[in-house]
C-alpha cells in the first residue's frame, strides 16, 4: 500500500495498520512523558541533557504515528495524543508506571535503576519492532520507520551502556537492578506482544509475526545477559494486556497532567 | 545541460538566505534540508526534510521559509510540507555548510563512523584530533558535546546519523 487513500479503500487493511499505529503512537507517547518526568533529576547533568534529548526524539516519534493516524482518517493528530481516555489507548501498562513513589514537583522518590532497564528494555524492543517496520507493506510507515532508527540507534546505544554498567558497577547498584529486572520482566510481555490483531498485521504484511519479534528480542537479551553475572526471568504480563485497552490507575493521573493545557482550549492554535 | 527555471533559481536563492533558527551560520540548503522545489505559476510548493523527528525549530522552519519566498515578488502562495522518504541523512550537509558550521563553533558530523559505530570529529577552532567525547546528546537534538585537550575549549559537533546505523 502506497498511501493512506488505497489503505483506506480496504477496510480490512485499514484495521490492522491503524490498531498497529495505535499502539506504537500510545508506547512512545506515554514512554517520553515518563521520562520526561526525571528532568532535573537524572543523576548527573549530562544525563539530564541526554535523557530530555532523548525523550523529545520519542514524543517526535509519536508525533509521527498520531500523524499517520491522522492522514488515515481517525482525527486531528493533537487530539489524538491528548484527548483520547484511558480505555482507548493500546500502550504497554509497563511503559505508564509511575517512575517511583511520590510527584515530580514534590517529592520523588524516582528509581534510577528501574528507568534503566524500564528504557533499555523497550529501546531493545522497539529496535527489534522498528527494523521490521522498515519493510513494512505500508509505505508510509516503511518510511517513517528509516527516520526513526537512526536516532533509535542512539537511544540504545545509551541505555545499554548505562545497563551494563550499573549491573557490573560496585555497592548497592547490581542489586538494585536485579530488582528492577524482576519489577520489568513481570509486565515486559505486554510491550512485546501486538495484542489479539497481530496475527492480521502480519498476514498483511505490515510487520513480522509477534512470535518471530519477541525470538529476536529475546536473541539480544541473551548477547547482553551472557557476560554478566545475572540472568533474565521469564517475561510475563502479570497486570493485564494494554493492547486490550487494559490499564492502572497510573495512565489515568499521566493523561490527567499531560491533557491539563490541552483542555483548557483545545482550538487554541500552538 | 539541465535548465533549471529562473524562478526556481530564484527560489533557491531565498532559500540560501533562511538560516536554521538555532545556528546563524548555516542555511537550510547548506543542512541539505530542501529535497524538492515545485513552482506553478504564483505559486511554490517546497518539500523538506526534517533531520530529527521532536526537533521543535521544525515549525520554525517552515514559517520562516514561507514568509521569506512570499518576499518575492511574483510568490503569492508559498507552501512547506515535511516528508521522510528519503530520510535526512547527515551526509546531505553540504560542502560549504561544513565549513559554516565550524564558523559557528559546532564540528561537522563525521563522514564516516567506524565499524561499531563509534566516531571522531576534530576541534572546529584549533583543529586538534586530541579531542573526547562529553555527552554523544548535546543541547539540541542533532548535537552532541565534546571537549578540546589541546585549546581546552569545550564543542559541539553535529551528530551523525545515516540509514546504515
Not at chain 1, 491522522?70 to 509511575?98: F, S
Not at chain 1, 493545557?261 to 492554535?269: F, N, R
Not at chain 2, 545556528?23 to 540548503?29: F, M
Not at chain 2, 563522514?111 to 584530533?129: F, L, N, Q, R
Request: aromatic letters at 8%; one cysteine or more; charged letters at 25%.
Amino acid at each position: 500500500m502506497k498511501s493512506a487513500q488505497e489503505a483506506q479503500a480496504d477496510p480490512k487493511y485499514k484495521t490492522a495498520v491503524t490498531e498497529l499505529l495505535y499502539q506504537l503512537a500510545d508506547d512512545d507517547f506515554i514512554i517520553a512523558f515518563r521520562g520526561s518526568e526525571w528532568l532535573g533529576l537524572a543523576p548527573h547533568i549530562e544525563e539530564d541533557v541526554a535523557f530530555s534529548s532523548i525523550n523529545q526524539d520519542t514524543m517526535g516519534h509519536a508525533a509521527i504515528y498520531y500523524q499517520l493516524l491522522e492522514a488515515l482518517g481517525e482525527g486531528d493528530a493533537d487530539a489524538l495524543a491528548h484527548d483520547r481516555e484511558a480505555g482507548q489507548r493500546k500502550n504497554a501498562i509497563l511503559l505508564e508506571e509511575v517512575n517511583g513513589p511520590g510527584h515530580y514537583l514534590k517529592k520523588p522518590l524516582y528509581d534510577w535503576a528501574f528507568a534503566v532497564v524500564r528504557h533499555y528494555f523497550y529501546a531493545q524492543a522497539k529496535k527489534v519492532r522498528i527494523e521490521s517496520l522498515k519493510n513494512s507493506s505500508y509505505q508510509p510507515l516503511a518510511d517513517a520507520a528509516v527516520k526513526i532508527n537512526m536516532e533509535l540507534y542512539y537511544h540504545l546505544l545509551h541505555w545499554k551502556t548505562w545497563f551494563t554498567q550499573l549491573v557490573t558497577a560496585k555497592g548497592e547498584a547490581p542489586e538494585r537492578m536485579k530488582n528492577a529486572i524482576d519489577k520489568v520482566c513481570e509486565d515486559m510481555e505486554g510491550v512485546l506482544t501486538l495484542g489479539p490483531k497481530g496475527a492480521n498485521m502480519a498476514a498483511l504484511g505490515l510487520i513480522e509475526e509477534e512470535k518471530l519479534l519477541t525470538q529476536r528480542w529475546h536473541n539480544e537479551m541473551e548477547k547482553v545477559f551472557e557476560p554478566l553475572p545475572i540472568s533474565l526471568p521469564p517475561v510475563q504480563a502479570k497486570r493485564g494486556n494494554g493492547r486490550e485497552g487494559v490499564h492502572t490507575e497510573d495512565l489515568n493521573s499521566a493523561l490527567a497532567t499531560l491533557g491539563e493545557v490541552y483542555k483548557q482550549d483545545p482550538v487554541a492554535s500552538w | 545541460m539541465s535548465l533549471v527555471s529562473t524562478s526556481e533559481q530564484s527560489v533557491r536563492e531565498m532559500l540560501a538566505l533562511v538560516k536554521d533558527p538555532e545556528i546563524d551560520s548555516v542555511s537550510v540548503l547548506d543542512l541539505g534540508m530542501v529535497e524538492n522545489i515545485a513552482v506553478a505559476e504564483s505559486s511554490v510548493h517546497v518539500e523538506m526534510l526534517p533531520t530529527f523527528m521532536g526537533c521543535p525549530a521544525l515549525e520554525i522552519i517552515k514559517t520562516n521559509v514561507e514568509n521569506k519566498l512570499l518576499e518575492l515578488e511574483w510568490v503569492e502562495k508559498a507552501n512547506v510540507t515535511f516528508i521522510y522518504h528519503p530520510a535526512w541523512t547527515s551526509e546531505r550537509i553540504t560542502t560549504e555548510g561544513r565549513e559554516r558550521l565550524k564558523e559557528f563553533g559546532i564540528a561537522p558530523p563525521p563522514e564516516k563512523p567506524g565499524p561499531d559505530g563509534a566516531w571522531h570529529v576534530d576541534c572546529p577552532y584549533c583543529h586538534s584530533t586530541y579531542t573526547t567525547m562529553e555527552n554523544i546528546f548535546g543541547p539540541t537534538a542533532c548535537r552532541s558535546i565534546l571537549y578540546c585537550k589541546q585549546c581546552k575549549n569545550p564543542f559541539e559537533a553535529m551528530k551523525p546519523v545515516s540509514t546504515m546505523m
